[in-house]
């Protein structure tokens, strides 16, 4: 048996497959993919990061980083700065443009959490988000 339709293991691979695609419609509207939009949130909250720590962050390695930031950069939404001490490394911030396009970014995200809450009382999310963290840990004990 491949599947249990009726499973929990099932219910949450179905709801991360239509919060992907809720995402993924929205983000391709602002012509951005999802790596290079956790990109710009994660150097909106974390200005003058450097490469490595986006890579981290991403999970991803550091040459496909330096293919995201490249192409944010060519379109305007980040810089990079070398800083006096260390000529080495460049530290990345949003420019204006990338800062409006985070909170379009931001917007997504805060619509998608309502609307998974939508007919929820408080008491059930809180519920919802201790079984959901539970199921987690078990997860990543494997």
């Given amino acids: 048996m491949i599947s249990n339709r009726d499973g929990l293991a099932e219910k949450v691979y179905l709801l991360s497959r239509l919060q992907q695609n809720y995402v ?3 983000l391709k509207k602002l012509h951005l993919n999802s790596l290079q939009a956790r990109s710009l949130s994660y150097i909106f909250h974390h200005p003058g990061t450097i490469q490595r720590e986006v890579a981290d962050y991403l999970g991803k390695k550091q ?14 939404f980040v810089y990079r700065e070398i800083p ?19 909170d379009q970014v931001n917007l997504i995200f805060e619509q998608l959490d309502e609307k998974v809450r939508k007919g929820l009382t408080k008491e059930e999310q809180k519920q919802l988000m201790m079984n959901l963290t539970k199921a987690e840990k078990n997860l990543e004990e494997n």
């Fill in 84 to 102: 006096k001490n260390n000529e080495r490394q460049k530290n990345i911030f949003l420019t204006e443009k990338g800062k409006q396009l985070v």
């Fill in 24 to 26: 993924v419609s929205r």
């Fill in 63 to 76: 040459a496909t980083v330096t293919n995201i930031l490249k192409g944010l950069e060519e379109r305007d």
